[in-house]
Structure formats: C-alpha cells, structure tokens
C-alpha cells in the first residue's frame, strides 16, 4: 500500500533568505537521489492559520521502501546535518489511503 509521507516545517532562516532557498534546493537534490522516493514535492503554507511555512511531500510504493529511505544514508545524514540544525519546529503526517 502506497505511503504518503509528509513533513511540515518552519526554518531558523528568514523567509526569503539565501539560505531558504538553499535549504530546501538542498533537500529536494538529496532526498530525491535516495532510490524509492517518487511524487517529490517542495510546498509553501499560504494560509495564516499555521507558522510551519513549508512541506516536504513524497510518496513511497510501500512500507520497505519508507523503511529503505529512512535509513538510507543519505537521508540520515540530511537530518543530522541539515535538519537538526535548520529546522526550528516541525510535524511529520505519514498517509495511507482510507
């Protein structure tokens, strides 16, 4: 069963900023090279209701394949390296269709 997994997420750099926009060109370069990931999307909240600004979404054909990408090396040294210390707040939703 195919899994949506979603992460929504304000950074520590200004909006606009240089290193926004490297963070999140950085982000898709990355986890868009681990084998698996499809649908990769980049997305920015337009809404006031919540000050989580931006959203990483992709989907994986099953539940291996997400396990695969959470461990695979180049994603846990994008957390360790680029998330720990960027991300100032975030939500993770994993979907599966009802």
């Known amino acids: ?39 990769f999307r980049v997305n920015r909240q337009v809404s006031p ?14 539940d291996a394949a997400y396990r695969a990408y959470n461990e695979h090396p180049t994603h846990v040294e994008f957390v360790a390296d680029r998330w720990v210390p960027e991300v100032a707040e975030f939500q993770e939703y994993d979907f599966v269709e009802a």
């Open 1 to 39: 069963m195919p899994i949506q997994h979603t992460v929504v997420f304000r950074l520590v750099h200004p909006s606009g900023s240089p290193e926004e926009t490297a963070f999140l060109a950085d982000g898709r370069a990355a986890l868009t090279s681990i084998p698996g990931v499809e649908d």
């Open 49 to 62: 209701k919540s000050g989580l600004a931006h959203q990483f979404s992709m989907v994986f054909a099953d």
